[in-house]
């Protein structure tokens, strides 16, 4: 196992596969002591419990999993107090459970988008509300919220998505702002499209029958996920490992000199928003006579 005299104490949500299995790896690899969250530790996502486990031990790495459903405040709650008691500590929480969904927009149900925005959304809000009292204590620490390009460019198809993670980008910046002051940085990272399972899992629209009254057009989705399986599977498909090497950098970044935003993979226009939206949002802090919250207080 790495030793280093800074490692840090990392909550990954979201770790049984894709970019949080990945990032819990990669920190761990680095050594830092990661608690690799997930819901299901026990039921659906035993065997990828086991195999983080598994992977600890014969790389005698110092990487926990732990049983966290971050649709549920009793799960969330009893997640951060386990981390508590045996670390002692929380230096970053990496938000990056999600769900994603694909199709026609009028046919996905209303409680399927509010299923949606409760993991992607105010999931997000009730891991951190549980996990920053312990940040802001040691007037330390970082949160890394797990975006989307789609935050900021829109794709048809995927509005319901985009707009969850659309939300993730106006929480980021607001708790940035408000944690400033305590010491806590935000940083935000916006994956592209990558080959991982949320698409595989991604959740479909329940009422076809509004779907079929788009004719022609609500064979699209299906055609755009033929189109990004063949980008997936060709030889220079992009690699999924951009987001954790991304978020090793922010983790091992010195405090108050972090990027706010992070774009991993093909930008689609998202770098150039994010570049003209900066100073603007700087301006309005300014104007509001709030320009101080813009800056860490380390």
Request: glycine letters at 8%; proline letters at 4%; hydrophobic letters at 45%.
């Amino acid at each position: 196992m790495k030793t280093r005299t800074d490692s840090k104490v990392i909550l990954v949500t979201g770790a049984s596969t894709g970019f949080g299995r990945d990032t819990a790896e990669t920190l761990a690899h680095a050594g830092h002591r990661v608690f690799a969250s997930m819901r299901g530790i026990d039921g659906k996502n035993s065997a990828h419990a086991e195999a983080l486990r598994s992977l600890a031990n014969a790389k005698a790495l110092d990487l926990s999993v732990v049983e966290l459903d971050v649709t549920d405040d009793v799960s969330v709650n009893h997640a951060i107090a386990h981390v508590l008691e045996s670390a002692g500590r929380l230096d970053v929480l990496i938000n990056n459970a999600g769900i994603a969904s694909a199709g026609v927009s009028e046919a996905f149900t209303a409680g399927q988008f509010a299923a949606l925005l409760d993991v992607n959304v105010v999931g997000l809000h009730r891991v951190a509300r549980a996990a920053l009292p312990a940040l802001r204590a040691h007037r330390s620490g970082l949160l890394i919220n797990v975006g989307s390009i789609l935050g900021r460019v829109t794709f048809p198809f995927f509005s319901l998505y985009g707009a969850s993670k659309f939300a993730v980008e106006a929480l980021s910046d607001g708790y940035r702002y408000e944690l400033s002051q305590a010491g806590v940085d935000v940083a935000l990272v916006q994956p592209s499209a990558y080959p991982t399972p949320m698409y595989a899992s991604a959740q479909q629209p329940q009422d076809l029958s509004r779907a079929e009254g788009y004719g022609a057009v609500a064979g699209i989705p299906g055609a755009m996920f033929a189109h990004f399986n063949s980008v997936f599977s060709a030889e220079d498909a992009p690699d999924p490992h951009d987001v954790a090497v991304a978020i090793l950098a922010l983790v091992d970044a010195p405090q108050g000199r972090r990027a706010h935003r992070t774009i991993a993979g093909s930008p689609f226009g998202a770098d150039a928003i994010n570049l003209s939206t900066a100073p603007v949002q700087a301006e309005i802090v300014k104007g509001l006579g709030l320009a101080h919250l813009d800056t860490t207080n380390t």
